[in-house]
Nanobody
Framework: QVQLVESGGGLVQAGGSLRLSCEAS????????MGWFRQAPGKEREFVSA????????YYADFVEGRFTISRDNAKNTVYLQMNSLKPEDTAVYYC????????????????????WGQGTQVTVSS
């Protein structure tokens, strides 16, 4: 069983930045595609970004509009989400997730395609 622990959330003013981290337990991190999702109050969980096993390929939701960057450090079992130019509508709980069956350069934006989930970290953007 893989455990994912997110950190780095907090309260920030509109236009500010945050860097989320997600550390995974175990020795198989480099074999997982990783994704970030978010869930705002009263809304469904939605895809934010994903990265392939070796970071060759990344994928972003349209609403990111170049403001976020996903990256990973397989030596540290950690995936990151750098978020810049934050907007109040980015307020949500952010979750990282691991897809253990992804092919080498593949990733998915489908929530059901992920096998392990973290507990989430709250991001609040004030106007």
């Amino acid at each position: 069983q893989v455990q994912l622990v997110e950190s780095g959330g907090g309260l920030v003013q509109a236009g500010g930045s945050l860097r989320l981290s997600c550390e995974a337990s175990g020795r198989s991190f480099s074999t997982y595609a990783m994704g970030w999702f978010r869930q705002a109050p009263g809304k469904e969980r939605e895809f934010v970004s994903a990265i392939s096993r070796t970071a060759v390929t990344t994928y972003y939701a349209d609403f990111v509009e170049g403001r976020f960057t996903i990256s990973r450090d397989n030596a540290k079992n950690t995936v990151y989400l750098q978020m810049n130019s934050l907007k109040p509508e980015d307020t949500a709980v952010y979750y990282c997730a691991a897809d253990r069956y992804a092919a080498a350069q593949a990733m998915t934006r489908i929530l059901g395609g992920y096998d392990y989930w973290g507990q989430g970290t709250q991001v609040t953007v004030s106007s």
